[in-house]
């Protein structure tokens, strides 16, 4: 079983819908990161969790520490959205990297 | 500009030869990060270093090396080149290595061995 577990691994939505991106991981973290990486090839840091909710203009990350499970959620979304989504854990000094989600924007 | 310099941006190279991968972190982060991103996988973790010492070792091949300098910036040497070492090598850093700050990543070194 893979450390981390994120659903869906493919999403296509229309310009405007809500889009919740879930991930489920089994180890002990220090924080837990959501990851954009662009077609291009370029990865940015969205957010960085440790306990409870953070908001960033559209986007929503939740943790649940005791459940062991986060989401990240796009409200209003829109065409530039499109990337790949990535969950990453933090533990023992380093990342661990989800599968990632492949989201698709369509106008 | 993320803060994160990576070069080369891209680098092309036969097999059974060694290249060198630079990053220079974020001003002010002490950690250092090495990651490899293949087309058939998803990013694969390999070093991190803070303040010059190594902290923890992924999958990293032997024929790989890295170290971290005392100006803190770090290099990747990749060594006896094979076809399946083709991947773009991300740079990440952050202020610790603890997980709890943000990391920023360099744009990548794509390198294709033919």
């Known amino acids: 079983k893979n450390e981390v577990e994120q659903s869906p691994q493919n999403l296509t939505a229309q310009e405007g819908e809500f889009i919740t991106i879930n991930c489920s991981y089994s180890v002990g973290i220090s924080a837990l990161h959501w990851l954009q990486q662009h077609p291009g090839g370029g990865i940015v840091s969205l957010f960085m969790l440790s306990s409870g909710k953070k908001k960033h203009g559209r986007l929503i990350a939740t943790i649940n520490i005791q459940e062991k499970h986060s989401s990240l959620h796009i409200t209003a979304s829109h065409p530039r959205d499109s990337a790949v989504y990535i969950c990453a854990p933090h533990s023992n000094y380093q990342l661990i990297w989800g599968a990632g989600t492949k989201l698709i924007i369509k106008p | 500009d993320s803060g994160v310099t990576q070069t080369p941006k891209h680098l092309i190279t036969a097999t059974g030869q060694r290249v060198t991968l630079r990053c220079s972190p974020r001003?002010?982060?002490?950690?250092v990060y090495w990651y490899q991103q293949s087309l058939d996988q998803g990013l694969q973790f390999l070093i991190h270093?803070?303040?010059?010492?190594?902290?923890a070792k992924g999958n990293i091949l032997e024929r790989f090396s890295a170290q971290q300098f005392p100006d803190l910036h770090s290099e990747l040497n990749l060594s006896s080149l094979e076809l399946g070492d083709s991947a773009l090598y991300f740079c990440?850093?952050?202020?610790?290595?603890?997980?709890?700050?943000?990391?920023?990543f360099g744009s990548g070194t794509r390198l294709t061995v033919v």
């Open positions: 990440a850093s952050s202020v610790a290595g603890t997980g709890t700050y943000g990391y920023t």
């Open positions: 001003s002010g982060d002490l950690s």
């Open positions: 270093y803070y303040n010059g010492e190594e902290r």
